[in-house]
């Protein structure tokens, strides 16, 4: 097997192009191939460019010729195995990093059971629904907590910054669950949060066929300890005795955080907070492209600020392409949003968060005071809102100006079940705010139209990451060494790859690394 590297293909090309370029580079006509990456080069001209697998032997002389344009490939595969005879274990969440480690778990004869606040998919949609349509709360089954984590109501973006080949295995799983064979090599995999949906069924579906159990509505509130260790983890249904206890409590579980810190577990960490920004999704793809064709994704961008001037970085996070801006709360009169996106992505804005970074600085030197200050974020988020549940909304030209918004231009805001128009530099600290500011300006430059007039800004994002971290070391508690947190609530993780991920390698500690005497 062979990998063919930076195969330059015209956007527009005919469909057996790729094949004819192939043939051509490796001088045979019978093969078979499949793409291992793809990728777009918008720099000069606008060019898929490709990655391929061939099952060919080839001469030396096109060894000599492609340079590092070709070599011999060998694909790498996690066979897991239980090799310290683990018999169960008690999982707190259902979000990736929980879903993952457990997948991995019960496919090596683990009895796993999963301790889930939230309700499983189809009823969390019906709550949400309700939310959309009232902006009334429901505390445990909201887009921060149900089956599936936040990230079912997402742009269910596969990105990661993580160069783990074990990253395949997740990957693997979300095809054989129904996902496109498309994310295997796509540079910026996406799979929508409609398609997410049914994938995390099927996985419940899989897993409960293997005898893992799941307890829907059942909420973690304390762990019993004997010596170090937990001896049992308790619900305010019940108690549950197991060998391993993992906590994939996502970055929303609040209570969880006040409970965990009275046992010494956490540490306070830097997050980032902010706003998201909405144009029209045509904008965006004029500006990525110089063109509209639906031979080409709905674009996308990444974008960073710093200046040693600002106390703060600023980048933008989460872009959902033709996506819609929503609620995210998971407290009664508080105020959060997100992005979420389809698999088409063809809704009429694209957003994502712009956030600026903070730290002790702004939000104190407590275990806790960042959780705190995201809630007083929020609270006034909600109150600038008119306390109904509406978000409160701002032209990015009136944002700049600190002018109140009177009238809408071109964008239109997503967000249900509606907004209200308020400045919101009333939000954040001054040195926030002009943070932000200046990032939006320069962002302009590297981004022609980010900083439009008529662009809109929602308030508030806030739960870019944890703001805590559950401290550990080889995956278990310092303090307590059957106790494993992971992914994004522990503050390991961010995002449905590098959450998953962590769930696998956790995972992977418990099955097949040397035990604690």
């Known amino acids: 097997m062979i990998i063919l590297r930076n195969i330059k293909i015209p956007y527009d090309a ?79 969440g259902t979000g990736p990093a929980g879903l993952f480690a457990g997948y991995a778990l019960a496919k090596n004869g683990v009895k796993v059971t999963f301790i889930e606040r939230g309700k499983k998919v189809a009823d969390r949609m019906k709550d949400i629904d309700k939310i959309q349509k009232t902006g009334k709360i429901l505390e445990n089954s909201n887009i921060q907590f149900g089956e599936g984590g936040a990230g079912t109501f997402s742009d269910g973006k596969l990105t990661s910054r993580s160069k783990d080949t074990r990253a395949s295995f997740i990957f693997d799983i979300l095809v054989d669950h129904g996902a496109d064979r498309e994310i295997l090599y796509e540079q910026k995999p996406h799979i929508g949060t409609d398609v997410l949906r049914e994938i995390i069924v099927k996985m419940r579906q899989e897993l409960e066929s293997l005898g893992a159990v799941y307890k829907f509505e059942e909420k973690f509130v304390d762990l019993k300890i004997q010596g170090d ?68 994704p709905a674009a996308t961008y990444q974008l960073n600020y710093t200046d040693k001037k600002d106390p703060h970085s600023v980048y933008t996070f989460c872009m959902c392409p033709g996506g819609y801006v929503v609620n995210s709360s998971s407290r009664d009169k508080k105020l959060c949003v997100n992005g979420m996106s389809y698999h088409a992505r063809d809704g009429v804005n694209s957003n994502s968060a712009v956030v600026a970074t903070v730290d002790e600085n702004i939000f104190g030197k407590g275990n806790l005071d960042g959780m705190y200050f995201q809630e007083f974020i929020e609270e006034r988020a909600y109150e600038l809102g008119g306390g109904e549940g509406l978000a409160p909304v701002q032209r990015v030209g009136d944002f700049l100006r ?43 430059k590297r981004l022609h139209g980010f900083a439009d007039e008529d662009a809109v800004l929602t308030g508030v994002e806030t739960r870019t990451s944890s703001p805590i971290r559950i401290n550990r070391k080889d995956y278990k508690t310092i303090k307590y060494r059957n106790l494993y947190p992971i992914g994004e609530g522990a ?10 991920l962590d769930g696998v390698k956790c995972a992977i500690e418990i099955l097949e690394n040397e035990e604690d005497l």
């Open 491 to 500: 503050g390991y993780s961010g995002g449905i790859i590098s959450s998953a």
């Open 14 to 92: 005919d469909e057996g192009e790729l094949k004819n370029k192939i043939a051509k580079l490796i001088e045979k006509d019978e093969f078979e191939y499949k793409i291992y990456k793809k990728s777009i080069d918008a720099r000069r001209g606008i060019f898929y460019v490709y990655q391929v697998l061939v099952d060919v032997d080839v001469p030396k002389r096109n060894f000599k010729k492609l340079k590092n344009d070709i070599a011999i490939f060998n694909e790498e595969k996690i066979n897991l195995e239980n090799k310290n005879n683990v018999k169960d274990a008690i999982i707190v």
């Open 402 to 444: 600190g002018e109140v918004t009177e009238e809408l231009g071109k964008v239109k805001p997503t967000f249900e079940p509606g907004y209200v128009f308020a400045d919101l530099n009333e939000i954040y600290p001054t040195s926030i705010n002009t943070a932000i500011k200046n990032a939006l300006k320069y962002m302009d």
């Open 229 to 296: 260790k937990v001896s049992a983890l308790i619900t305010d249904k019940g108690e549950y005795v197991a060998e391993k206890y993992i906590l994939a409590i996502g970055n929303s579980a609040r209570d969880t955080f006040v409970m965990l810190d009275s046992h010494e577990l956490v540490s306070k960490k830097p997050f980032a907070v902010g706003f998201r920004i909405e144009h029209l999704r045509e904008d965006i793809e004029k500006a990525q492209y110089g063109l509209i064709s639906d031979k080409l």
